[in-house]
Each structure stands twice: as structure tokens, then as C-alpha cells.
């Protein structure tokens, strides 16, 4: 495959946010055709200044007026693998009728010494979901997104059964169409009882192969409501279950996967809601 060829201008904006023009040489190519539900999600890669860390997954949600990105809790700071990146990167289309055109948003994680992420917890310990508010000021001005909102998340939980075949949207490894700036998607299943919260956490399993890269993800389930984003928003993938009794060479892995509800989100982008930002590498 021939490598993209990018032009790289720094576009800087006050305070928070610095957006990288990373242009394709592949110009001319017209309006996509492209389902709505690859638009919700992004790629996210954390840094620590100019140093590349790790490689997940984000999506868009958004409340009122109010706009923002959803990934792993883990992925902005998790103490028992000591990483604290202090920025994030996420790939945004610039060019709504040309999807190989897109710019790297870059995010600061702490603003006056205090986190700028939204997490939570409850009765179980803490919740693997953070979301960061995004000023749409700084967003290209043909931006090709699409959002979730409260009216995507799953009310009646009759409709949810154990085995219903669901999505995960996101980027494993790091893998996407490099080209087009878009995630991949892996077909899953629901693993453990919708509804209930398994082993007391806030999360349910999913049954399908993931990666790496993956953390973020969006769990969605198809609608039959009509609407330009027909699909439920289930849960926010973390990360893979295993067992310490499992035999590393005798025993294949689970292949069983952590999804959080995703009703967290009403809690964490509620405008209400008070925020106790983290201080960096704090406990």
C-alpha cells in the first residue's frame, strides 16, 4: 500500500486545544456514502508532551448544547500501569463531501493543575468511562461527525437479551481505513444478563474478539426506530475479562469483554453536575 502523505500546519487555539491539518494527497474524491454510526466514533492516542503512549478509541456524545468525547477512564489515567498522559490526539474529518481530509485535534487533560475528564463511581468502586467537554468553537467548520445522545441510550431493558448480537466501533490496534480516517467493526454478542450488574460492577460482558486499541469503543445495538442513527447505545467497551486460575498455555482466553452502561453518561454530562478534578500522577 502506498503510504499517505500528509502536510502537517499547526493551527493553535488558546488555552486547551492545538489542531494539526493532516490533509491527504489524495484530493478530488466526492461526497462518501458512508454510514452514520462509523462517524461517531474517533481515534484517540495519548502523549505525555511530544511522547506517543498509547493507541484507543473515543466517541461523541452530546447533551443540550454541550458536546462530548467518551473513552475509557484507563485511557486518560490509570495508576496501576503508571500511565498519565497529559494530552490526548483524536482524528476529526475536516471536509464533510471528502472523508480523506481530516485534522488532529490535540486535547490538554489538566487545566490550572486539575483534570479536565468527568468520571464516576458507585457502591461497586469506580466507573472505567471519562468524558471531556468539547468547545464546537475549535471543531473545523465542515466537520463530518455524528453524536450520540441521551435519546440513543436503552431505557426498557426488556428489549436487551442475553445473546442479542450487538457492535463494537472502534480501533483495534490501532487499526482503521487510514485512507478514509474510519473505524472498523467487530460483531459481538451479549454475554451476561442486560440489566443486571455483573459480579456488583457497573458493567456486562460482551462475547467477542478484541484488542488493544479497542478501549472506548461504543456497544451499540440496531433500532428499529427511524432516524439518521438508528442505533442503541448500550455500553463503553474497557477491556478483556480473564480469570487467574487460567492455564496460559493449556487454556484459551475467555474471550469475554468488560462494557460499562452507558447510562453513566446522564450522570457525568449532566450541567448540574460538580466536577473534583484529579491532580496530575495524583492517587
Request: charged share 20%; glycine share 8%.
Amino acid at each position: 500500500m502506498m503510504p499517505r502523505v500528509c502536510a502537517r500546519e499547526s493551527l493553535r487555539h488558546p488555552d486547551r486545544y492545538t489542531v494539526l491539518d493532516l490533509n491527504s494527497r489524495w484530493d478530488g474524491i466526492g461526497p462518501q456514502v458512508i454510514e452514520p454510526l462509523l462517524l461517531t466514533t474517533t481515534r484517540v492516542s495519548t502523549f505525555e508532551d511530544s511522547r506517543a503512549l498509547t493507541g484507543a478509541t473515543g466517541f461523541f456524545f452530546k447533551r443540550e448544547d454541550h458536546l462530548f468525547l467518551v473513552t475509557s477512564r484507563h485511557v486518560v489515567f490509570d495508576k496501576p500501569t503508571n500511565h498519565f498522559p497529559n494530552r490526548i490526539e483524536m482524528e476529526l474529518h475536516s471536509d464533510a463531501s471528502n472523508l480523506t481530509r481530516s485534522v488532529s485535534l490535540s486535547v490538554l487533560l489538566y487545566r490550572d493543575g486539575k483534570s479536565v475528564w468527568r468520571q464516576g463511581k458507585d457502591d461497586g468502586g469506580e466507573i472505567d468511562v471519562a468524558v471531556i467537554e468539547l468547545d464546537p468553537a475549535v471543531l473545523p467548520a465542515d466537520v463530518a461527525m455524528e453524536c450520540f445522545t441521551p435519546a440513543h441510550l436503552q431505557r426498557s431493558l426488556d428489549e436487551v437479551e442475553v445473546g442479542n448480537s450487538v457492535l463494537v466501533v472502534g480501533f483495534p490496534l490501532g487499526f482503521h481505513d487510514t485512507l478514509h480516517h474510519l473505524p472498523v467493526v467487530r460483531q459481538a454478542t451479549i454475554a451476561s444478563s442486560f440489566g443486571l450488574r455483573f459480579q456488583g460492577q457497573g458493567y456486562f460482558l460482551t462475547d467477542a474478539r478484541t484488542h488493544r486499541g479497542t478501549s472506548g469503543a461504543p456497544v451499540v445495538l440496531r433500532s428499529a426506530e427511524a432516524g439518521n442513527l438508528p442505533w442503541k447505545l448500550l455500553g463503553v467497551h474497557s477491556s478483556r475479562m480473564d480469570i487467574a486460575s487460567r492455564d496460559q498455555e493449556l487454556d484459551e482466553s475467555l474471550g469475554l469483554n468488560c462494557a460499562w452502561y452507558a447510562d453513566i453518561l446522564l450522570t457525568l454530562t449532566d450541567p448540574g453536575a460538580s466536577v473534583h478534578g484529579r491532580t496530575p500522577l495524583a492517587a
